[in-house]
C-alpha cells in the first residue's frame, strides 16, 4: 500500500541555517504529494505541493522537487526564522480522495 | 478563502454525555472528511463524505456518528466516549473530484477531553 516516510525530529536549528527535512514515499501509479505545517495548538496548513514528476512546489521561502526516481520529496528552506517552528508533515494522495501523512518532524529554530 | 470553521474550540465531556462537533466550509467544496489527532501524531482519517454520501468510514467505532446536513455542513456526533477519544478532531474540505490538484484543507481544529 501508500505510504510516507519522514525523518525523526525534532530538529534543531539556529536561525538563518539552512533546512532540510527528508520525505520518501512508497505509491503505485503517480500520487501528488504534498507539505503540511501545523503550528502549536492550531490545524494543518498547507504549505506546498507537486502533482507530477519534477514539478517543483514553493511558498513563504520552502520548497519540494517531486522526485519520482528517488520517490523523494524533500523539504528545503534557505534561511529559516524563529517563526518557522512547527510540526511539518509530507504526505501524498493516490487515486481516492484519501490522503497518506507520515509521522510529522518537529523543527526548533532559536534566535 | 479557503476557511474551515470548527466549533467548539474546546470540549470537556463526561463519559456518559452526548455532544457535537460542527464544521463548515462555503468554499464550494463536496468532499468533507473527519481526521482524529492525538498528540505527537499524524491525523488518521476517520470519514469522508463525498456530494453529502458517507464514502469513507474507516472502521470508527459506532460511538463516533457522521452526518452531513448539506454540502457545507459536517457534523460529528458523540455518545459515550471513552478517554482514551481525548485528541484534536480535525475537519478538512476538498473540492471532492479527481483532480491531482485536489487540495484538502483543514479546519482549527476542536481540542476533546473525555472526563
Known amino acids: 500500500g501508500n505510504s510516507v516516510t519522514q525523518m525523526e525530529g525534532p530538529v534543531t536549528l539556529s536561525e538563518e541555517a539552512f533546512l532540510t527535512i527528508n520525505c520518501t514515499y512508497t505509491?503505485?501509479?503517480?500520487?501528488?504529494l504534498f507539505w503540511y505545517v501545523q503550528y502549536p495548538g492550531e490545524g494543518l496548513q498547507l504549505l506546498l505541493k507537486?502533482?507530477?514528476?519534477?514539478d517543483k512546489g514553493s511558498n513563504k521561502g520552502f520548497e519540494a522537487t517531486y522526485r519520482k526516481e528517488t520517490t523523494s520529496f524533500h523539504l528545503e528552506k534557505g534561511s529559516v526564522q524563529v517563526s518557522d517552528s512547527a510540526v511539518y508533515f509530507c504526505a501524498l494522495r493516490g487515486g481516492t480522495d484519501k490522503l497518506i501523512f507520515g509521522t510529522g518532524t518537529r523543527l526548533q529554530v532559536f534566535p | 478563502d479557503t476557511e474551515v470553521t470548527q466549533t467548539p474550540k474546546h470540549l470537556v465531556m463526561g463519559m456518559t454525555n452526548k455532544k457535537s462537533l460542527k464544521c463548515e466550509q462555503h468554499?464550494?467544496?463536496?468532499?468533507m472528511y473527519w481526521y482524529k489527532q492525538k498528540a505527537k501524531k499524524p491525523p488518521e482519517l476517520m470519514f469522508v463524505y463525498s456530494y453529502e454520501k458517507l464514502s469513507i468510514n474507516e472502521s470508527v467505532p459506532s460511538r463516533f456518528s457522521p452526518e452531513c446536513p448539506n454540502s457545507s455542513l459536517l457534523n460529528l456526533h458523540l455518545h459515550a466516549l471513552q478517554p482514551e477519544d481525548s485528541a484534536l478532531y480535525l475537519c478538512?474540505?476538498?473540492?471532492?473530484?479527481?483532480?491531482?490538484?485536489?487540495?484538502?484543507?483543514f479546519g482549527a481544529g476542536t481540542r476533546l477531553s473525555v472526563l
Open positions: 478538512a474540505s476538498s473540492q471532492g473530484r479527481a483532480l491531482r490538484e485536489n487540495i484538502q484543507y
Open positions: 505509491a503505485t501509479g503517480y500520487p501528488s
Open positions: 507537486a502533482t507530477k514528476a519534477d
Open positions: 468554499m464550494g467544496h463536496r468532499a
